[in-house]
């Protein structure tokens, strides 16, 4: 990593000594000296510090939220959606007592990213970089169990409840902890440890990740991304754990649809009326049915429950040939399993007319498409458009919201010391999966850099829901299970 780039201003502090935080590398340990080095994390201390400070974390309003600007601040102060100053700030300072060295980074006015380093001067592997994001999506208070307040940092019946507390704080903490662990523990690192905390990954990262990689080109030399995508969910399988690590995302494609003619009273009938003529050709767009198909994560997700079936059913799901498929239409019950396996055409937003006898002059429509790593997305948009052009319909695509699908490569050192510890009891099941959303991640794939999401904390499938949902919460026991599965394996591949 080349560190003569001129430095950004510091918002705090100087810039980070590359030496004081240095820790002197040694060779590999071994699996012994690996577990000898987790005996001597006092654990019980360290989780209740990182229950506490997910707590305080939960309490910083970072909500980001882009739809709450009027039409002129989203055109010329979109930096208002969201703040993540207060939290970064406090951040730097929980890093700080810990000695820890880091950054921050103003990208616009209240927008921070944050970077902290843990250098070794004997590494031999580009760094691995550990990416959270400080910012949450809104919350709709009326769908909240009255009793809970979404930035409180509450606890109830051994869950911390709280917006973010599964998307994306919990893994921030996680990861704040695992670099103060290296830190005092003195792991010799075969490889800097990077800290990055982002704003702005609910809106699409401009503010952060897009921003950071653009004004830091030398985060793009590291090796490997660590996270989010997956989840750890609860008995998903014939009753086992299934730790899911995203290594894929789908693509996504935002078209803008217009209809446009003259209004007129209701009472007459017109052919072209816009709201009429946009329904009518949204509707062939959303009836296309597009064939299902297997990236390698898929498959290779598939094939991982179907080795593992119990039950009267377990030779069928175990015939070589069908295995994959038979799973794959088991599962794809579940929309978000279905949605690996197709593209999708999403209709989002519908806007038009004002009153009741009036027809309109003009009807609004959002399509948000999601394409799979190999459906390409110039074509995908040249054909809805000529479908809509039957009707005279204008398509834009939506910059902003549209980038291509992306992959990494699973079959690596990383990969398997991540699925080693990730499946912590011996019934569990590690498996790469696809996400059919979108992450930060998009921006390090699409460079090459591998990158594997997966927050590391066994959740049932019902608190999924918490996930840009009501009563998002995390279960203490999960929390501690997690940074404990996710520290050995940042051990492993670090050292
Ligand atoms: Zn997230």
Redesign the pocket.
Known sequence: VAHSQPAIVSRKGSPIDQSSSGQCGASMLSPTEAAELESEVPWSAVLEHAVDLLRQYLRFPTVNDPLRLSPSESLNAPWLAGCEAEAANWLFAVLKNAAINSELLESAPGRVNLIARLTTRTSSKPPLILLS?SDVVPVRRQEWDSQIDPFSGAVRDGYIYGRGAL??KGLGIAHVIIAILLHKLKVPLKRDVVLLVVAD??AGGHFGTEWLLRHRPELMQCGLVLG?GGFSIRGLWHNRDVHAIAVAEKGCLELECIAEANGHHASIISGDAPPARLVAALNRVLNRKFKTRMTSATKAFFETLSDRAEGPARFLFRIPIVKSQLTARHLSKIPAIKAMLNDTIALTVLESGVKGNLVPGQARAVLNIRLLPGSDLDTMREEISQELAKDSIRVTQLPSHTHPANASEFQTQEFAALAKCAGAKERDIVTPILSPGA?DGRYFRAAGVPCYGWVPFPISGADLGG?HGPNERLAISSFEQGIRSLYRAVVEIVS
């Open positions: 994001h998307d994306l990954e609910e989010e992450s996930v």
